[in-house]
């Protein structure tokens, strides 16, 4: 071995620079900290339980840490911190720092991290829970704090069903709280504000501690038994290295009972991270949570959740959407579908997702509307009508639909990924259908643009689904497809009319879905775009032939 050797004087000069730089900059986080926009006290008064805390709120002194964590907390607090008026998007988040329930970690775990939500156009919260307190009084100062934010959303510039809590550590522990007692208010009504939903909209869990019974082998009560259904999605990300039994077990609890969630597990990274950057794969945490709140439509500009509200809000009054370039010319297709996305992610909470739907199969189609490939949209339950019956559709005075003829698929597997060949469509389909598709129609006012289209979700509100047949061995170009109305033939076609054949068309479809963000399960409808002409919903008696597939019949009256 050689014999250790002395560093020259210039090198060990050198290394005292360097260890110094990279001090600095903490230090002048530190020193030049952003001051919120507002701080405003939780509780009207003294806050509930017989819980004494010696104040008053002070740095916790003679314990080393690179931050610096705050104690004596007895009054509670949230302190705003909001991104410029011109980008913020509407989302909000409580941010509970950790600290062992003993301290709470202020800095690195609070005003980093709200930095860095503010940077993503989100309105932050800090809450400085009561600390030193067990997690249930610091947890009735996060639903307090949920439904001050929620009260005054309208102040902040915040949409009232986009409202989160991100926990760490400790504060991890209290967002499960909130996330498993959001229809349980854990203290006794004071005034007005405790009236408003403590249920946090979406909750992130970042290196958890205090889930777990004493013998680690699952999560503790009260806790497990309020794992239900109904409680809102979770993120949850976490060291292996770290004490990742409480985020292990927490998501295993969450897919027993059907929640959704989301579980990032490092292999190394330890505890505390916060958002700062670190040379292991851990500090990318912060990419994965803003990927999985995108997802969930909460980065959306407010101009999309606008456009979206509009659309609903249109719907529900049986008018007509406005259209989406009136208010956002420059939109692109893709914004379309992110409008889409999020009206499908809450019309859905009135109606269950069924199966999809394509639009603009043909190359006619296509060029009028100046696009390459077919759109595509969402159908959903209550729509869906069974052709074993015969319907009699009674349309309101003012109501005006158009029928459709369409081959439609049954699919045989979960898709999320891209199909590269049109084999790969043909080996995602276990059966055939026929179908009508019956959308409504808005005289004067229908979809000008294929943006116009997408953004109202191509507007399908019945649909007529035949029988399946096993879709292995046929050729669904080669099945004929005619449409009569009082024995009047209308049209006459066969499946080959989609541009590129049936199953390209539908190979189309399915990944413009994917890519859009759709998840599409196993036995969803696929309505595949219109077949032939489009014609006016007039009163008569309608029968389609579709070939060996069979017919379907229906009547339309006013």
């Known amino acids: 071995m050689h014999p250790a050797l002395p560093f020259p004087p210039c090198i060990r000069s050198t290394a005292k620079h360097l260890v110094r730089s990279l ?29 004494a805390i010696q104040g008053p709120e002070r740095k916790v002194e003679g314990r080393p840490r690179p931050f610096y964590q705050l104690t004596g907390i007895a009054a509670p607090s949230i302190s705003v ?65 949920l439904s001050v934010i929620r009260q005054r959303a309208s102040e902040w510039q915040v949409d009232p069903q986009a409202i989160g809590i991100l926990g760490f550590s400790a504060g991890g522990e209290i967002a499960t709280w909130l996330a498993t007692h959001g229809a349980e208010r854990l203290y006794p009504a004071l005034d007005a504000t405790d009236t408003v939903s403590c249920r946090p909209d979406f909750v992130g869990v970042i290196y958890p501690g205090g889930l777990l019974r004493g013998d680690g082998t699952g999560l503790k009560e009260p806790l497990l038994n309020r794992v239900q259904s109904n409680m809102p999605p979770v993120f949850i990300a976490h060291a292996f290295n770290d004490s990742s039994d409480n985020s292990l077990q927490l998501a295993l609890a969450m897919k027993r009972a059907g929640v959704p969630v989301e579980l990032h597990l490092y292999q190394e990274g ?17 990419n994965r949570f803003g990927d999985w709140l995108g997802s969930q439509t909460y980065l959306d500009p407010l101009s999309i959740r606008r456009a979206s509200s509009a659309t609903i809000t249109a719907l529900l009054q049986g008018q007509a959407p406005p259209r989406f370039i009136a208010n956002l010319p420059n939109a692109s297709l893709d914004d379309a579908y992110q409008a889409q996305r999020r009206f499908v992610r ?17 190359a006619a189609a296509q060029t009028a509307l100046g696009i390459d490939r077919p759109l595509a949209g969402v159908v959903f339950q209550k729509g869906r009508l069974d052709a074993s019956k015969h319907h009699i559709l009674t349309l309101r005075p003012d109501e005006q639909v158009v029928v459709e003829t369409e081959i439609g698929y049954i699919t ?17 389909v276990e059966s055939i259908v026929p179908l009508i598709e019956l959308p409504r129609s808005y005289p004067g006012n229908s979809p000008a643009t294929a943006r116009d289209a997408v953004a109202m979700n191509i507007g399908s509100d019945r649909y007529i689904v035949g029988p399946p047949i096993r879709a292995e061995g046929k050729s669904p170009d080669a099945i004929p497809v005619t449409l009569r109305r009082d024995g009047h033939l209308l049209h006459e076609t066969t499946g080959g009319a989609a541009k590129g054949g049936q199953w390209t068309n539908l190979r189309h479809v399915l990944n413009e879905l994917t890519r859009h963000g759709y998840t599409i399960p196993a036995g969803s409808v696929i309505l595949g775009g219109a077949l032939g002409k489009i014609h006016p919903g007039q009163t008569g008696r309608y029968a389609a032939t579709f070939g060996e597939l069979g017919g379907i019949e229906f009547e339309l009256l006013r």
Do not use: M
């Open 346 to 362: 809450q019309w859905a909470q009135l109606d269950p997702v069924a199966g999809f739907k394509g639009a603009a199969a043909s």
């Open 270 to 286: 330890g505890h505390g991270v916060g958002a700062r950057r670190t040379g292991v794969p851990i500090s990318g945490w912060k």
């Open 23 to 51: 001090l600095i900059p903490v230090a002048v986080l530190t020193l030049h900290a952003r001051e919120p926009e507002a701080t405003v006290a939780v509780w009207p008064g003294k806050p509930p339980g017989d819980l």
């Open 81 to 145: 911190f909001l991104p410029p008026a011109t980008t913020r998007n509407g989302t909000a988040v409580l941010v509970c720092p950790g600290g062992g329930l003993q301290r709470v970690a202020y800095e690195h775990e609070g005003l980093e991290v709200a930095e860095w939500l503010n940077s993503l156009n989100i309105t932050a919260f800090i809450l400085k829970y009561r600390a030193p307190a067990p997690a249930l009084n610091a947890s009735q100062d996060a639903q307090r704090a």
């Open 412 to 428: 045989s597997v979960d898709l999320s990924y891209e199909l590269l060949t049109d084999d790969h469509a043909r080996g995602a």
